[in-house]
């Protein structure tokens, strides 16, 4: 009872090592070629006689632990640098305190045994996606001040697990993915609620150190952007409803689990193939939605994909409200966010227009130090039949001060705050 539980977890694994053919490219010898049999047969490899594994493309990363990786273009422009109003969108880098680099960016996604997040639930398939910084694209922009972006290309690495006593090894394997990137940033879809709570869990579970990152999930920022244009906010939905991508013939992930574990039963791969094609889709997904989010800060009037411009329009303002410290005396996004504003509050929309056009009335009374536009917006704001007492109210004070100002030729005539 002296040894910790990682010791005497490893010594079971050993022993079942030793005792039982458990070698994760093992294969069946039943109707395969003479030359064949009795030879270690490896994945991604075929022997002189033409056989082809059962794991074409897959190497052993550990007991009972399979890897591989791949690497794609995305039909996408990488910016060297992000737009600081990305941070806007994606309020975790406000958190973090500054806008990351391409090369700090690592894509995390977890295939489970369920969606309960408990005890029980194993991780048995883990991706990873990291930008291809090429030396023509330095993610250090001073080393390449020609070069504002470059297209992307993105290396997935996956670690699958192929039985349950192998998931020490699985584990480890994906905790080193980690400790690889210098200043790990995991970007997730959903994953400070499923993923990482997942990995922790079986890292307690086998004794494993969990891994330390900073994380950065885009499921809220895909929320507010498009809850009320899709019916839902799902990753594969915002995917080919927004992004415009192809994922025709993907297996859904919601038959993961179930197709993990007929693998188990029946030994057949085609299935959990397909499931490890999903997993990478999953990857190159969010990073193109990471790059789709970083256009819409860049640039949102300018963008080719389709959002909420209201609710953009107040949490702009929101973000910029409370992260001065952040944000500062950015000009640029700051007109920007009176721009959403203002186109936002001439879309009809009743609902939040009094805030838009307050907001706005204030950012041209304060900020751009223009009175006869601030009265142009409390006018408009003034017209809206639904308006409370006391917020109109408000509202003609707002214009008497406004008026005095004028008259004044643009000098307030008292203290007032917005």
Same mark, same amino acid.
């Given at each position: 009872?002296?040894?910790?539980?990682?010791?005497?977890?490893?010594?079971?694994?050993?022993?079942? =090592?030793?005792?039982?053919?458990? *070698?994760?490219?093992?294969?069946?010898?039943? *109707?395969?070629?003479?030359?064949?049999? #009795?030879?270690?047969?490896?994945?991604?490899?075929?022997?002189?006689?033409?056989?082809?594994?059962?794991?074409?493309?897959?190497?052993?990363?550990?007991? =009972?632990?399979?890897?591989?990786?791949?690497?794609? /273009?995305?039909?996408?422009?990488?910016?060297?640098?992000?737009?600081?109003?990305?941070?806007?969108?994606?309020?975790?880098?406000?958190?973090?305190? +500054?806008?990351?680099?391409?090369?700090?960016?690592?894509?995390?996604?977890?295939?489970? @045994?369920?969606?309960?997040?408990?005890?029980?639930?194993?991780?048995?398939? %883990?991706?990873? #996606?990291?930008?291809?910084?090429?030396?023509?694209?330095?993610? *250090?922009?001073?080393?390449?001040?020609?070069?504002?972006?470059?297209?992307?290309?993105?290396?997935?690495?996956?670690?699958?697990?192929?039985?349950?006593?192998?998931?020490?090894?699985?584990?480890?394997?994906?905790?080193?993915?980690? %400790?690889?990137?210098?200043?790990?940033?995991?970007?997730?879809?959903?994953?400070?609620?499923?993923?990482?709570?997942?990995?922790?869990?079986?890292?307690?579970?086998?004794?494993?150190?969990?891994?330390?990152?900073?994380?950065?999930?885009?499921?809220?920022?895909?929320? &507010?952007?498009?809850?009320?244009?899709?019916?839902?906010?799902?990753?594969? @939905?915002?995917?080919?409803?927004?992004?415009?991508?192809? +994922?025709?013939?993907?297996?859904?992930? %919601?038959?993961?689990?179930?197709?993990?574990?007929?693998?188990?039963?029946? #030994?057949?791969?085609?299935?959990?193939?397909?499931?490890?094609?999903?997993?990478? =889709?999953?990857?190159?997904?969010?990073?193109?939605?990471?790059?789709?989010?970083?256009?819409?800060?860049?640039?949102?009037?300018?963008?080719?994909?389709?959002?909420?411009?209201?609710?953009?329009?107040?949490?702009? +303002?929101?973000?910029?409200?409370?992260?001065?410290?952040?944000?500062?005396?950015?000009?640029?996004?700051?007109?920007? #966010?009176?721009?959403?504003?203002?186109?936002?509050?001439?879309?009809?929309?009743?609902?939040?227009?009094?805030?838009?056009?307050?907001?706005?009335?204030?950012?041209?009374?304060?900020?751009?130090?223009?009175?006869?536009?601030?009265?142009?917006?409390? /006018?408009?704001?003034?017209?809206?039949?639904?308006?409370?007492?006391?917020?109109?109210?408000?509202?003609?004070? &707002? +214009?008497?001060?406004?008026?005095?100002?004028?008259?004044?030729?643009?000098? %307030?005539?008292?203290?007032?705050?917005?």
């Amino acid at each position: 009872m002296s040894q910790n539980l990682r010791t005497r977890l490893r010594h079971i694994q050993d022993v079942r =090592k030793s005792s039982v053919n458990l *070698n994760p490219c093992a294969v069946k010898t039943d *109707n395969m070629p003479k030359a064949t049999q #009795g030879k270690a047969v490896f994945p991604g490899l075929e022997d002189k006689a033409g056989y082809k594994p059962p794991w074409p493309g897959w190497e052993e990363a550990g007991f =009972k632990t399979l890897k591989r990786t791949l690497r794609c /273009e995305l039909t996408f422009f990488l910016p060297l640098v992000f737009p600081k109003a990305l941070a806007i969108l994606v309020p975790d880098f406000v958190r973090l305190g +500054r806008i990351p680099t391409p090369g700090e960016l690592l894509f995390f996604d977890l295939e489970t @045994t369920g969606l309960s997040g408990g005890a029980g639930t194993v991780a048995f398939l %883990a991706a990873f #996606g990291r930008f291809t910084l090429t030396a023509e694209t330095s993610e *250090n922009p001073t080393d390449n001040a020609q070069a504002s972006e470059a297209p992307a290309k993105l290396e997935i690495t996956q670690y699958l697990l192929l039985d349950y006593p192998g998931e020490s090894d699985f584990v480890e394997s994906v905790v080193k993915e980690f %400790a690889a990137s210098p200043v790990p940033i995991a970007v997730t879809y959903n994953g400070k609620s499923f993923d990482s709570q997942i990995l922790k869990t079986r890292c307690l579970m086998n004794g494993i150190a969990p891994p330390a990152y900073y994380h950065a999930d885009l499921l809220h920022p895909a929320r &507010r952007l498009w809850k009320h244009l899709l019916p839902d906010c799902s990753q594969a @939905t915002v995917e080919v409803s927004v992004l415009g991508l192809d +994922r025709t013939g993907d297996v859904s992930g %919601a038959l993961a689990p179930e197709i993990w574990f007929e693998f188990l039963r029946s #030994g057949k791969n085609s299935e959990l193939l397909s499931v490890c094609g999903h997993n990478a =889709k999953d990857v190159s997904g969010l990073a193109f939605l990471f790059l789709s989010l970083a256009e819409i800060a860049e640039a949102p009037l300018k963008s080719k994909f389709r959002f909420d411009e209201e609710a953009l329009a107040l949490f702009w +303002r929101v973000a910029l409200k409370r992260n001065p410290f952040f944000f500062g005396d950015d000009e640029l996004c700051a007109e920007t #966010g009176r721009i959403l504003l203002e186109k936002a509050a001439g879309s009809g929309c009743q609902k939040a227009s009094f805030t838009l056009l307050r907001d706005l009335a204030i950012d041209a009374e304060w900020r751009l130090r223009d009175p006869s536009l601030a009265l142009k917006y409390t /006018e408009s704001a003034l017209a809206i039949p639904e308006l409370s007492g006391s917020l109109r109210e408000g509202l003609e004070a &707002r +214009r008497r001060r406004l008026e005095e100002k004028i008259s004044h030729g643009g000098t %307030a005539t008292s203290a007032t705050s917005p």
